[in-house]
């Protein structure tokens, strides 16, 4: 059975800090994503990795950063918290062919910046 | 700029009545075409795919979809839902080409009355 596991399933940080996001995948897929979710606005892109160290920018990558040191795993980083970064995050993975679309997603973090 | 577009933001449903849910997408080539699904506290799941053939396709729980490609449309479609259908559910969009663009719509909101 396929798996994308995410560090915390919630998470309360106050504005300042720095927050790091981990997610995990067994799946040996290439691409990692992340998503933040947000009541009527969907999912939308923060940062894709397509490869170890690669990254690309996605929808909305402003107040983040991230790292992919190794495949399995890519986090996403929170340089100074903001109470505008209060959300779900979501973590996924999917392999490198023209089923990209086809994405496995990890439980979410839903995160409170107080 | 691409887009997907749900019309519906919440529907509400008695059991055993028939569903369809729209979407619209907004991209001039060749796409591939996706439903997820996520039920009240579980992680995101890919409900059924359109990826090439036949226009209409089956996925899990009875669902199905149609691409009308001269309408730009992948509408969801289950003939009679059951309580645990209910979810959130979100259309997304490929082009086919393209490795870097995962385009959600910004979700519909399913409630079926027991």
């Known amino acids: 059975d396929v798996k994308v596991t995410q560090s915390s399933r919630y998470l309360v940080k106050r504005t300042g800090e720095k927050v790091f996001l981990e997610c995990v995948q067994d799946?040996?897929?290439?691409?990692m994503f992340w998503y933040r979710q947000d009541p009527g606005l969907g999912l939308r892109l923060i940062y894709f990795s397509y490869d170890v160290k690669m990254k690309e920018k996605g929808d909305i990558p402003e107040g983040y950063s991230v790292s992919r040191e190794k495949k399995e795993r890519f986090s996403l980083i929170l340089e100074s918290a903001s109470t505008n970064q209060t959300s779900m995050y979501l973590c996924?993975?999917?392999?490198?062919?023209?089923?990209?679309?086809?994405?496995?997603f990890g439980p979410g973090t839903r995160l409170t910046v107080t | 700029a691409q887009s997907v577009s749900q019309h519906n933001h919440h529907v509400i449903l008695s059991e055993a009545a028939s569903l369809e849910l729209g979407c619209n997408y907004s991209?001039?080539?060749?796409?591939?075409l996706f439903w997820y699904v996520q039920y009240p506290g579980q992680h995101l799941q890919l409900l059924l795919k359109?990826?090439?053939?036949?226009?209409l396709v089956k996925g899990i729980k009875g669902f199905e979809a149609e691409f009308i490609k001269s309408k730009f449309s992948f509408n969801l479609r289950k003939p009679s839902v059951q309580w645990s259908d209910t979810a959130e559910y979100f259309c997304a969009v490929t082009p086919y080409s393209s490795a870097s663009k995962i385009i959600f719509g910004s979700g519909t909101r399913l409630s079926i009355r027991p």
């Open positions: 359109y990826f090439s053939g036949d226009p």
């Open positions: 996924a993975s999917s392999a490198p062919t023209v089923t990209l679309g086809e994405q496995y």
């Open positions: 799946m040996d897929h290439e691409n």
């Open positions: 991209y001039g080539g060749t796409v591939n």
